[in-house]
């Protein structure tokens, strides 16, 4: 697989959690890197991203909450959800995209309880 990604589970309303996206040296080194998240019965949703170059976006709904960052020495993404919300609930997809191939991992479940 490209791009595995870990870190998800159950955490209370407030809680942390931290996702973790392996990806393939020559993918990382060249893809901008982001996060998307799909809840049950809707569509996927962009949640953040970072270039190779460390600029990130995030969607609104996250911002100030949610941090995206990448470490080239593990060729690694990661995002660290704080404050955390039941309406984050989702599983959640690490993404590599250079607007010509995109990449997609397997997911991972984040379950926030109210």
């Known amino acids: 697989a490209q791009l595995v990604e870990s870190g998800g589970g159950l955490v209370q309303t407030g809680g942390s959690l931290r996702l973790s996206c392996a990806a393939s040296?020559?993918?990382?080194?060249?893809?901008?890197m982001g996060w998307y998240r799909q809840a049950p019965g809707k569509q996927r949703d962009f949640v953040a991203a970072?270039?190779?170059?460390?600029?990130?976006n995030y969607a609104d709904s996250v911002k100030g909450r949610f941090t995206i960052s990448r470490d080239n020495a593990k060729n690694t993404v990661y995002l660290q959800m704080n404050s955390l919300k039941p309406e984050d609930t989702a599983v959640y997809y690490c993404?590599?995209?250079?607007?010509?191939?995109?990449?997609w991992g397997q997911g991972t479940q984040v379950t926030v309880s109210s």
């Open positions: 970072i270039t190779t170059g460390g600029i990130t």
């Open positions: 040296a020559t993918i990382f080194s060249i893809y901008p």
């Open positions: 993404n590599a995209d250079n607007g010509r191939n995109r990449y």
